[in-house]
């Protein structure tokens, strides 16, 4: 089992886990960076770069996703797409920001391959498999190695625009295929505190180029325009410096009449060490905006509060790998392709947000594990780790997914749910899925 001590418990607190009114970072069973959320079908799809758990400086191979209708429970999708997915580079280091785009039905995943410029995927579903429609590099200015962190948008009038760069900014017009532009490269004057990272889209009839700014720290600042390729405005800090955190990455969406800004932050590496090492985590935080376009500054995110914008139906199958928090348990694939739960130790839990379990309430609770050791229990609180019992489940013991079920009593109305194991020491089973009734 991890051993947290009180300072580590201090750090969970203002972390936001379960017994804390904040939740940041989003992702917690994986090092997730350099978020690119898209909003397709009442869904959002977050994807985002994966910094490996023993990394050191940037190990990054492949790329993630991530869905939520809520904001704050998460299902991890696994990988969607990696470096090997590539042929024709060997590289097995940068993968890094990515931004996934929607158009006529396939999804185009626009992807730097750190000193081999940006690559393009597609694929006819967000959650993959992503092929390379090409077979070579979309962008790849030779001379330097400025090609990363690629803004894909599609204005009014259907022209797309790649927005990227570091330190320098570049733009080029995508033909209406995505995989192919026309005319020039672009490159564009300096914006004031822009070093990478530029997230572009429009809103209201203004343009926006969001970024990180200035390194190191970086914040998240932000310009406009009235034209899709400029001039561009600075106008300031959607998040300002701050040395509570060093690289930061900027995407923004509109979801359910609400505004969001994603970046990242080393908040979960924190729990762990003070030591600098690049495995970051993604979080969000509700953006406003004042009556002329501009953007009002977002506190750093710790110091928001996420809120659920719809509750949790718990009566239907629920992957496991969905959760509000999960600190120390991690996520694997299946060979069937869908991903469980593991590294489930003894005394660790899983939180739930804003489950909703009506008037009546639930009867019963079933759970699909494998490998669960003789005495495995899974015990469901109700608002937090030390509240009311209302079911305890012993698993059975099989080499293959099988169900389990039990009765429960007492769970009515909205709570968040908090799934504790117990057992006799760590890896006490790996689990599917799992549903009330």
Known sequence: MKIIDLMTFGALVALGAPFAAAQNPLIQTKYTADPAPMVYNDTIYLYTTHDEDDAEGFKMLDWLLYTSTDMVNWTDRGAVASLKDFKWIDKDNGAWAEQVIERNGKFYMYCPIHGNGIGVLVADSPYGPFKDPIGKA??????????????????????????????????????????????????????????????FYKRNGHYYLAFASTCCPEGIGYAMSD????????????????????????????????????????????????????????????????????????????????EQIEFFNPYRRVEAETMA?????????????????????????????????????????????????????????????????????????????????????????????????????????????????
Not at 228 to 239: A, L, N, S, V
Not at 261 to 276: A, K, M, P, S
Not at 374 to 398: F, M, N, Q, Y
């Open 138 to 199: 979309l962008v790849w200015q030779k001379e330097h190695w400025d090609d990363i962190d690629p803004t894909v948008f599609i204005d009014d009038d259907g022209q797309a625009y790649m927005y990227w760069g570091n330190p320098n900014l570049y733009y080029v017009k995508l033909n209406e295929d995505m995989i192919s532009y026309s005319g020039d490269i672009v490159k564009l004057p300096h914006i004031e505190d822009y070093q990478e990272g530029p997230w």
């Open 325 to 437: 928090w999960g600190y120390g348990l991690k996520t694997a694939p299946l060979a069937d392709g869908g991903i469980c739960v593991n590294n489930i130790d003894n005394g660790e839990t899983l939180t739930l947000r804003g489950v909703d379990f009506g008037k009546k309430g639930a009867k019963n609770f079933k759970a699909a594990t494998r490998n669960a050791k003789p005495g495995a229990v899974i015990e469901v609180r109700l608002d937090s780790d030390k509240g009311p019992v209302v079911a305890t489940l012993p698993l059975k013991s099989s080499a293959d997914f099988s169900l389990s079920e039990c009765k429960v009593k007492g769970a009515k109305g909205v709570h968040d749910v908090v799934f504790c194991f117990k057992g006799d020491g760590d890896n006490l089973f790996e689990w599917d899925y799992w549903q009330f009734n």
């Open 227 to 306: 034209s899709p390729t400029g001039p561009w405005e600075y106008k300031g800090h959607i998040m300002d410096h701050t040395q509570r955190t060093r690289g930061n990455h900027p995407g923004i969406i509109d979801y359910k009449g609400k505004s969001y800004v994603f970046g990242l932050n080393y908040d979960l590496l924190r729990i762990e060490t003070d030591q600098h090492k690049e495995r970051r985590s993604v979080s969000a935080a509700e953006m406003h905006y004042n009556p002329d376009g501009t953007i009002k500054e977002v506190p750093y995110w710790k110091d928001n509060v996420l």
